[in-house]
């Protein structure tokens, strides 16, 4: 940081933001602070060419949070497709509905408030008041910690998790005008995801490459090897299949069918079938594909009636 001078950071990454900025729902001059919130939701460890299409679905059936809020918690269940982690619909749904009930159906526009919002966490609050209502808020994502460790601190990657420390370096970076603050978190944001990238960044494309503290040290090695999350074989698996054939079916699943039984015994049209069969096709033991139902049935995103499971009403 004593190297570096802030303002020089601040016009270079701001200026390449400027050109090089992607042309994203949330950030263009429709977006409103109700797109924004659902946005950071989506986000979630979600690649943004993912939520794209689920977004724009999303917002033109539930543009305002009282158009989500009537809508039963099963729809927003099913509109959230295969976007991963469903109990973010859950709880964007939940928020909705507090929206609703205690802040007159408007998106609150302070941190104090949005973290009173199902979901909300320290990062999307800070998110939500910056980009949707222009306040200098520091916004910290993997991105931006990226960016920080590299440019400031000389390393390849930051700590595993989020140290007091980045937080004070990140708000010692903030600019004190409120636009350029929203400006300069959005471009350092996007800077990690276009430029400064986890596995291959593109350094001959950097703004600052000449400022940068990674790159002057001879761009050494992670000190630890980031573990990636298992998918085959593990219950978000099978609670991802168990999920795509209750999104898909037109009638209540018996419960048999979903832990073990042939997919030939399943009433309903054969668009219910395709996600039976991806499911027992995983060969899964009846142990664990119980274990992941009573954890979707324990977590609300299903429902055990009398006619089967189904998603929640």
Excluded at 272 to 295: C, D, I, V, Y
């Amino acid at each position: 940081m004593d190297q570096v001078s802030p303002a020089l950071l601040h016009q270079r990454i701001i200026g390449w933001f400027d050109v090089q900025a992607r042309d994203l729902p949330w950030r263009g001059p429709a977006r409103t602070p109700w797109s924004v919130l659902v946005s950071e939701f989506m986000l979630q460890q979600t690649p943004v060419v993912r939520v794209l299409p689920v977004f724009s679905e999303w917002l033109s059936r539930w543009p305002t949070p009282a158009d989500l809020a009537a809508a039963p918690s099963g729809d927003a269940v099913r509109q959230w497709g295969r976007l991963g982690y469903p109990r973010r619909a859950l709880r964007l749904h939940a928020a909705a509905g507090a929206v609703v009930e205690h802040h007159n159906g408007e998106v609150p526009d302070t941190v104090g408030e949005l973290l009173t919002l199902p979901g909300v966490g320290t990062y999307t609050a800070a998110a939500v008041a910056a980009f949707a209502f222009g306040k200098r808020e520091t916004v910290v994502d993997t991105n931006i910690r990226r960016v920080h460790a590299r440019l400031l601190g000389g390393e390849a990657l930051p700590a595993p998790a989020l140290t007091a420390a980045e937080m004070r370096r990140a708000a010692d970076l903030l600019p004190d005008d409120d636009s350029q603050s929203v400006l300069w978190n959005a471009a350092v944001m996007e800077l990690g995801a276009l430029v400064c990238t986890a596995r291959a960044p593109k350094c001959s494309q950097c703004p600052v490459l000449e400022s940068c503290a990674w790159v002057a040290a001879g761009r050494p090695e992670p000190r630890y090897v980031p573990k990636g999350q298992a998918w085959a074989g593990t219950d978000r698996q099978v609670r991802g299949a168990m999920m795509g054939v209750l999104r898909d079916a037109a009638v209540p699943v018996v419960r048999e069918l979903m832990v073990s039984g042939p997919v030939e015994l399943l009433p309903g049209p054969a668009a219910t079938l395709t996600p039976l069969m991806k499911l027992h096709g995983l060969k899964a033991p009846r142990e664990q594909l119980e274990r992941s139902l009573e954890g979707l049935l324990r977590d609300g995103l299903a429902r055990d009636t009398p006619a089967g499971i189904t998603l929640p009403g």
